[in-house]
């Protein structure tokens, strides 16, 4: 079956714009998580959807970050005015539900200029 | 301090050699634990998953939980070129979320 997917698979912005990532995870699979991968480091988590539960935006570094789920399926994570030290791999993953394996897409590599 | 460590290598094997990668943590309420390996600008797939102290076997990959320590540990038999790539733990639970806490990732190379 599908895996997770992203888009777009590159990004490439200039300072100060804003940007939409997006990610669509595996049918069925009711939890959605995002994670920031920078050059050298290990995940950072972001934020996770778990249903129609408040999403937990404990990760979130900034308030120029923000995510939606739509219909418990798509979601999409929006960065106002890129700066810098946004470039990274932004990677999305899906689970069955909570506590069970996280599947990952291939990522969106976002670079700011 | 981090609350997951891993040594980001680079460790670098001869192929056939058994390969220990670790890592460490501070959370005594992680409850599950994982290892993923990453190839070069992929995402992380899963390899391990296991949600108690012990050992779980898959193929060439065993995988070993000390709670009591919060140690855990992949070791790779018979190593493959093919097996080069980072190697990434990851840890979660203890809470009501399902979000994880990976270690840097080690970078390992199997020279044929």
């Known amino acids: 079956g599908a895996g997770v997917s992203q888009s777009p698979s590159n990004k490439v912005t200039e300072k100060g714009k804003d940007v939409e990532l997006r990610c669509d995870p595996i049918s069925g699979h009711t939890a959605l998580y995002w994670y920031r991968q920078s050059l050298g480091q290990g995940l950072e988590f972001l934020i996770y959807f778990q249903g129609n539960s408040a999403p937990d935006k404990s990760g979130l570094p900034s308030d120029r970050f923000s995510a939606e789920r739509t219909g418990g399926s798509v979601s999409t994570l929006t960065i106002q005015r890129t700066q810098q030290e946004d470039s990274a791999v932004y990677l999305c993953?899906?689970?069955?539900?909570?506590?069970?394996?996280?599947?990952f897409g291939p990522g969106t590599r976002l670079t700011v200029l | 301090q981090k609350e997951v460590e891993q040594d980001p290598g680079p460790l670098s094997v001869p192929e056939g050699a058994i390969v220990s990668l670790n890592c460490t943590y501070s959370?005594?309420?992680?409850?599950?634990f994982m290892w993923y390996r990453q190839y070069s600008r992929k995402g992380p797939e899963l390899l391990m998953y296991?949600?108690?102290?012990g050992n779980k076997e898959d193929g060439r990959f065993t995988a070993q939980v000390d709670k009591s320590s919060k140690y855990i540990s992949l070791f790779i038999r018979d190593s493959q070129p093919s097996d080069s790539a980072t190697y990434l733990c990851?840890?979660?639970?203890?809470?009501?979320?399902?979000?994880?806490?990976f270690g840097q990732g080690t970078t390992l190379q199997v020279k044929p």
């Open positions: 990851a840890m979660g639970g203890g809470g009501n979320t399902g979000k994880l806490i």
């Open positions: 296991t949600y108690s102290s």
């Open positions: 959370n005594s309420a992680f409850q599950y």
């Open positions: 993953a899906s689970s069955s539900k909570f506590y069970n394996e996280q599947f």
